[in-house]
Structure formats: structure tokens, C-alpha cells
T-cell receptor, first 113, second 115 residues
Framework: GENVEQHPSTLSVQEGDSAVIKCTYSDSASNYFPWYKQELGKRPQLIIDIRSNVGEKKDQRIAVTLNKTAKHFSLHITETQPEDSAVYFCAASIHRWGNQFYFGTGTSLTVIP | DTEVTQTPKHLVMGMTNKKSLKCEQHMGHRAMYWYKQKAKKPPELMFVYSYEKLSINESVPSRFSPECPNSSLLNLHLHALQPEDSALYLC??????????????FGPGTRLTVT
């Protein structure tokens, strides 16, 4: 099955700095890579995603890059704000058997004001 | 309606009780999921329903019994649970995938405590 690794597990940055979270996956059949933000006590919220036919996608302060050859993808948050503090999960999806999603272990991001 | 809803928000049950969790979506999604999430851990897949049929059971103990009565509803029946089953239970849905992957949206979850 698919194995998704995520680093770092914790990340602290000063407000206004950039944050980068990296994930690797093992199954070359994975073709969809979402990122979720989960605040304490709340549901995981889809913040950005990328499909395997695209190398980069941007949405305001958030961007995701995908390197299919190396099987890794990254989340970039620029001009971080305290409200960006949360746990971030990457995931990889293979379109088989009902779109199964495999999650990374999570990164706890703290933005220091 | 662009939401997945779940009831109840919180549930406390004894090890001999029988209870059910409910999930509903009206987005026309045809794949629905149950996940279990422990604190500071990623969601752990339990079951996947695709077009109202169980397509994935991740070796979940039989004390958890899923049911999909129709395309909008997903239930999780609980019986004889253990304290280690205490967790946040998340429901999710995604559109049907026919050759292309689709987004998955989560409900707010049910916080379950087994005493």
C-alpha cells in the first residue's frame, strides 16, 4: 500500500516568515495530493490540493509543489500569521477502490507573534 | 448545501451500550468514509462506501458496524466498545471518481468517550 511520510513533525516560525512542510509518497500510482489544516477540536479542512499532471499550484499565501519523479510534494506558506497555527496533514490518493486517501503524520505549526 | 454534518457532537457510552453515529451530506457525493482520529494523530481510515456499497473495510473490529441506507446517509453502529476506542470519529465524502481523483470533505466529527 501507499506510505506517506511528513516532515517536520513540529515547526515554529516568527510571524511574517515562511513555513515549508514536506511529504514523500511511495506509490507512483498516487495522483492526487491534498493538504489539510486542522485546528484544535475542529475538522480537517482542505486548504489546497494538486493533481499529478500539475507541478505547482498557488492560492494567495499558500502554494504546493509536486515532484513526481522524486515522489515528493511540499506546502509553502508565506507571510505567516498567528491564525496559521494548526496541525497540517498531507495526503496522497490513489483512484482505486473508492478513492482511498493516505495521510502523513502531521506537522504542528506554531506562528509566534 | 456544501457541508457534511454529523450527530451527535459528543457521546459518552459504557462498554455494554449500543449507540449509533450519523453522517449526512447533500452534495451528491457517492463516496463516504469513516475515520477514527486520536489526539495529534492523522485520521485513520475505517470504512469506505462507494455508491452505497462497502468497498473498503480496513480490518476494523466487528464492534463497529457501518451502514449506508442511501446516498446521503452513513451510520456507524457501536456495540461493546473498549476504552481505547475513545477518539474523534470523522465522516467524509467525495464525489464519484471515474478515472480522476476528487476532493474529500470532512464533517465536524463526533467526540466519543467510552467509560
Amino acid at each position: 500500500g501507499e506510505n506517506v511520510e511528513q516532515h517536520p513533525s513540529t515547526l515554529s516560525v516568527q510571524e511574517g516568515d515562511s513555513a515549508v512542510i514536506k511529504c514523500t509518497y511511495s506509490d507512483s500510482a498516487s495522483n492526487y495530493f491534498p493538504w489539510y489544516k486542522q485546528e484544535l477540536g475542529k475538522r480537517p479542512q482542505l486548504i489546497i490540493d494538486i493533481r499529478s499532471n500539475v507541478g505547482e499550484k498557488k492560492d494567495q499565501r499558500i502554494a504546493v509543489t509536486l515532484n513526481k519523479t522524486a515522489k515528493h510534494f511540499s506546502l509553502h506558506i508565506t507571510e505567516t500569521q498567528p491564525e496559521d497555527s494548526a496541525v497540517y496533514f498531507c495526503a496522497a490518493s490513489i483512484h482505486r477502490w473508492g478513492n482511498q486517501f493516505y495521510f502523513g503524520t502531521g506537522t504542528s505549526l506554531t506562528v509566534i507573534p | 448545501d456544501t457541508e457534511v454534518t454529523q450527530t451527535p457532537k459528543h457521546l459518552v457510552m459504557g462498554m455494554t451500550n449500543k449507540k449509533s453515529l450519523k453522517c449526512e451530506q447533500h452534495m451528491g457525493h457517492r463516496a463516504m468514509y469513516w475515520y477514527k482520529q486520536k489526539a495529534k494523530k492523522p485520521p485513520e481510515l475505517m470504512f469506505v462506501y462507494s455508491y452505497e456499497k462497502l468497498s473498503i473495510n480496513e480490518s476494523v473490529p466487528s464492534r463497529f458496524s457501518p451502514e449506508c441506507p442511501n446516498s446521503s446517509l452513513l451510520n456507524l453502529h457501536l456495540h461493546a466498545l473498549q476504552p481505547e476506542d475513545s477518539a474523534l470519529y470523522l465522516c467524509a465524502s467525495s464525489p464519484p471518481g471515474t478515472g480522476a481523483p476528487y476532493e474529500q470533505y470532512f464533517g465536524p466529527g463526533t467526540r466519543l468517550t467510552v467509560t
